[in-house]
C-alpha cells in the first residue's frame, strides 16, 4: 500500500495539472470572451493548452472592441503547471 501511494504521489509530481489562473481582477465579458476562444483553440484547432492561450490573447489584441485590446483584460491569464509541449 505505501508503494501504490508513493507511485501516485510521484505521478501528481511528475504530472501536474494545468491551471489558467488571473493575476488580477478582470471584468466578466472580456474574460468570458477570452475563455471561449481559448477552449475553442483547444478543443476545435487541436492547440495545446498554453499554444491556446496565447492564440486567444493574441485574438484579443487585435480585437475591434477596444475593451479586448486594452492589455488589462487579456494580458493577466498566465498558465501555471502541468505537462506542456511547446
Do not use: C, N
Request: aromatic fraction near 6%; avoid cysteine.
Amino acid at each position: 500500500m505505501v508503494i501504490q501511494g508513493a507511485r501516485s504521489v510521484k505521478g501528481d509530481l511528475l504530472h501536474p495539472p494545468l491551471v489558467v489562473a488571473s493575476l488580477w481582477s478582470v471584468d466578466s465579458e472580456p474574460t468570458s470572451r477570452l475563455m471561449i476562444d481559448f477552449h475553442k483553440h483547444r478543443k476545435i484547432d487541436r492547440m495545446s493548452a498554453i499554444r491556446a492561450l496565447r492564440q486567444a490573447q493574441l485574438d484579443m489584441m487585435s480585437s475591434a472592441d477596444p475593451t479586448d485590446r486594452d492589455p488589462h483584460t487579456w494580458a493577466a491569464f498566465v498558465a501555471i503547471g502541468g505537462f506542456v509541449e511547446y
